[in-house]
């Protein structure tokens, strides 16, 4: 069964500019979770998406960054201005439950996107 | 959301066995206890879970008394492989899209 795909792995770009990141969740997983991941810290969810709806979008800073999934599978991530703050890795799961972390509920991560800002 | 409490890092030996207790003193009566590995550069990855009593798999096993207010991850025999960062989360069925909070974890280093 294939993983969890992202892609680019990296990226380096300049404050201001905007940047996007693809995932392609595991096939006939029903929930897709955006995640970033500052140095020497745990994942922090920026979005989660139920199929093609999001159900969660509470700690996305909404003035910035996007995201969509369409038709329920692949989803991008956008930055559009990119700041300084914003360097972290940026981490692509799915799961095949709706994510509330019982049986059912594993989250599949991809290997991430280490997003430099300069 | 239950809050959960693990040390910030351990070391210990190849070959020796780490146990990593994580506090969750407000752990709902339908919440699981999920234990994620993450090594560098990589995303986390599912390690064991579990409700009540003990849990056991290929890779680690899960202790959880019988006031589930905390688990211990046991890992025997640890390995140079088994340095990475380990999470301890939370979460219950019932809790509808309620999400996963991961903490800072627990730095496991793994010496010769």
């Known amino acids: 069964e294939a993983g969890v795909a992202q892609s680019p792995r990296y990226k380096i770009i300049e404050k201001r500019q905007s940047v996007a990141f693809w995932c392609n969740p595991i096939?006939?997983?029903?929930?897709l979770y955006w995640y970033q991941q500052i140095l020497g810290q745990g994942p922090k969810l920026l979005i989660q998406?139920?199929?093609?709806?999001?159900?969660?979008d509470s700690q996305l800073p909404k003035d910035r960054f996007s995201a969509e999934r369409l038709k329920g599978v692949d989803s991008t991530l956008k930055i559009q201005p990119a700041k300084l703050e914003d360097s972290a890795v940026y981490l692509c799961?799915?799961?095949?439950?709706?994510?509330?972390?019982?049986?059912?509920?594993?989250?599949?991560f991809g290997p991430g996107t280490r997003l430099t800002v300069l | 959301l239950a809050k959960t409490t693990q040390p910030i890092s351990m070391d210990s030996y190849e070959g020796q066995e780490v146990n990593i207790t994580c506090s969750h003193n407000?752990?709902?009566?339908?919440?699981?206890i999920t234990w994620y590995q993450q090594f560098p550069s990589q995303g986390p990855r599912f390690i064991i879970q579990?409700?009540?009593t003990k849990v056991t798999n290929e890779v680690a096993s899960l202790f959880i008394p019988a006031d589930r207010k905390s688990s211990t991850l046991s890992l025997p025999r640890v390995s140079l492989s088994d340095t990475a960062v380990y999470y301890c989360?939370?979460?219950?069925?019932?809790?509808?899209?309620?999400?996963?909070?991961f903490g800072t974890g627990t730095r496991l280093l793994v010496s010769p």
């Open positions: 799961a799915s799961s095949l439950g709706g994510g509330a972390g019982g049986p059912g509920d594993t989250q599949y």
């Open positions: 407000n752990i709902a009566t339908n919440d699981y």
């Open positions: 579990g409700y009540k």
């Open positions: 989360l939370v979460g219950g069925p019932n809790t509808g899209f309620q999400k996963l909070v």
């Open positions: 998406f139920q199929n093609n709806g999001v159900v969660d």
């Open positions: 096939s006939g997983h029903a929930t």
